[in-house]
């Protein structure tokens, strides 16, 4: 195929079987990466819970990826989800509207509605049979002036509440979630949570009829089996013949009526008491990736770095206040190597991603030696890589250990719905000078060692207005927001960068990102090649005519020609 023409492969059948596995275990690990890196969770602190029949298969594989050393299989593993049903715990969810700034003077009213809202969860569990239902207390915080409220449990340090410390914990999550702070600004309470437990009374059912051992028989049974390296002699044991607490060293296949559960080399399996499999992976071996190209750890590397824009995304979307940005989804994210040049993005706004390479390739000539870990850039001039004003450019340099200079950069462009300007909306059809569409930033420090400026900012979205006719921006609340948002997602890419140059090093990981952009460009000269023959084939020259007008009649004509290269 195309790829092989491109990329000759130099590997055995074995070997591309394999790497097709590898791909597929990294497109699992996005989603997963989604539901945790991208809510600021760690999944290297956590064990992978495995189900469905052929989960078992790809557990280890995956639980590596992620960074995990701990797998846990249920016995019932392939039919889980009908089991889980079964043991449910019951939840009762209960809020109430506070409203009240978080201050000493106020904490006995937030600790009289949370006793309140206690109670009526006792009343709805009781009414269910659950006597002694477990209660866990939440307080929606948030910054004053700002509109993203953050869920926060209390954490364990010296108590604000009766119920624990909830503003330690707001703000070493806020820090997590949007990567600074705003420091001597107060903190609200939106609304005072409890969620109430019934506990289960079902009993698991623990097997108590265990066979002694092994049994020899099927201890004998071994099959060659391809991992990294070549060709490992493989146990394949049944589950029925395992005793408690037995002990299986990878390279192993467990089997049962419903599921296959592959123990891969240098990972150990044992039985617990209630029959389920708990797998322990070991210290992991050094990734000993050279940065020549692979094609198999290509496609890897681009899952992965697609994945880091996706989550980017995400962060922006979740945190944001916007209708154009939470809703209408008028943003776009993507990560760029250390010259400015676009490396991957997630599926968002074509022409945003086409002009954000250029808005970050001038932010580097213009303040690249002004650069230090915590600054973040806002620009959105014409001059300067934009496009139209109100799409506002939020770009944050990525710095490693022992290097000066950024080593990847990070952007986001969201439309902001008013930014100034003569009319609402700042795009009006009648200006004649950039001032009249509203603010034009070329290059301004939104966050400086990790101090988010707001009076600078609004300094400049109030600009306009002090032009005849104009307006400053007509909806500053939303702009800081959606701003402070950009900044949170940035800030996200920013933590799975260096996490990834951490796994793999700073120089394999920059040179997939030109493996990357290469095999892009080889894409397009794939394409341009057979466009350019069908148009041979039919026209009988290798150059392709379009023309197109403006509404005054002006024409736009384009001309494509192949080079002799």
Known sequence: GKLCIIFPLKMSVEEIALGFIDVANETMCRPIRAL??????????????????????????IARSLGMQKVHVHKYSSILSAY???????????????????????????????????????????????????????????????????????????????????????????????????KDRAVCVDDVRVRGIGKSEIKLQRDTQWSKGVSSEAAKKKVQVYFKGGLQETHI????????????????????????????????ARVTP????????????????????????LSIFSHRFMSIAEQMGRVLQRTSISVNIKERLDFSCAMFDASGGLVANAPHIPVHLGAMQEAVKFQLSHCGGDLRAGDVLLTNHPNAGGSHLPDMTVITPVFYPEFDKPVFFVASRGHHADIGGLTPGSMPPMSQCLEEEGAAVYSFKLVRDGRFDEQGVTEILMEPGKYPGNSGTRNLADNLSDLKAQVAANHRGVVLIQQLMTEYSVDVVQAYMKHIQHTAEMSVRELMKEVCARAISREGRNVLLAADQLDDGSPICLRVEQSSD
């Open 36 to 61: 945790t890196q991208a809510k600021g969770y760690d999944t290297s602190k956590h064990s992978l819970a495995c189900f469905g029949g052929a989960g078992g298969q790809h557990a280890c594989s």
């Open 84 to 182: 889980g049903i079964a043991l449910a715990d019951v939840v009762h969810d209960t809020q109430r509207h506070c409203g009240e700034v978080f201050s000493e003077e106020n904490w006995d009213k937030i600790d009289k509605m949370m006793e309140s809202l206690k109670e009526e969860c006792r009343e709805k569990l009781g009414d269910q049979g659950f006597t002694d239902p477990l209660l866990e207390p939440y307080l929606h915080l948030r910054y004053e002036g700002t509109d993203c409220a953050l869920m926060c449990a209390a954490s364990h340090s010296a108590a604000t509440c009766s119920t624990g410390n909830y503003l330690q914990s707001f703000e070493d999550r806020y820090m997590t979630e949007f990567g600074f702070a705003l």
């Open 237 to 268: 044991i049944e589950l029925g013949s395992l005793s408690k607490d037995n002990l299986v060293r990878g390279p192993a296949i467990l089997l049962d009526q419903n599921s296959t559960i592959l123990v891969e080399i240098g990972c150990e």
């Open 274 to 297: 209630t029959g389920d499999i708990f797998m322990s992976l070991g210290e992991e071996t050094e990734k000993k990736l050279s940065t020549e190209l692979d094609p198999i750890q």
